[in-house]
């Protein structure tokens, strides 16, 4: 199991951390190199807990469809999305959320496995972590302007 821990602090209250990332028509906004969009389950608004939502984007050139439920809830400090169908042999994405004197500390720990073994081991350590790196951190990056710039509206 592979595991990436990602840390942004936001000038935003934890409550809105918390609702900004589990807001799915920002995760589109933010997920738009990808064309991701929502198209099955919960497709807008706020997810929660028990909730699942089917995600199809392009990715490595492959339009690809993964499924996600929230599997854990502790609303503003933490919540868990766990893949129920995807490419990934195990996908669990844990978002914790703490005040901090900026704001917010956000951290996002993302423990993923693909499948094919020892292969799939190798194609993790040398091209999956650093993609999913690169795409969580971008989402933060959109996520943490988006709250900075604006009051967020709860959907």
């Keep these: 199991m592979t595991t990436i821990t990602i840390v942004t602090k936001i000038r935003a209250s934890p ?3 918390f609702d900004a990332s589990r807001d ?3 995760h589109i906004e933010s997920m738009g190199h990808t064309g991701e969009r929502a198209v099955a389950g919960r497709t807008s608004g706020l997810i929660e807990l028990g909730e699942q939502v089917t995600w199809e984007g392009r990715h490595f050139g492959v339009r690809q469809r993964f ?3 929230i599997t854990a809830y502790d ?3 933490h919540f868990q999305d766990s893949m129920v169908r995807g490419a990934f042999q195990s996908f669990v994405h844990d978002h914790y959320f703490e005040p901090c004197d900026e704001g917010t500390r956000m951290m996002d720990v993302l423990a993923f ?3 094919f073994g020892v292969l799939g081991a190798i194609v993790d ?4 972590t650093a993609y999913l790196t690169r795409m969580l951190t971008k989402r ?4 943490k302007a988006v709250l900075e710039r604006e009051p967020f509206i709860r959907r």
């Design 75 to 77: 609303r503003p400090r």
């Design 24 to 26: 799915l028509d920002l």
């Design 67 to 69: 499924t996600s439920a």
């Design 140 to 143: 933060n990056e959109i996520v």
């Design 15 to 17: 409550e809105r951390c």
């Design 125 to 128: 350590r040398l091209i999956m």
């Design 113 to 115: 496995r693909s499948p």
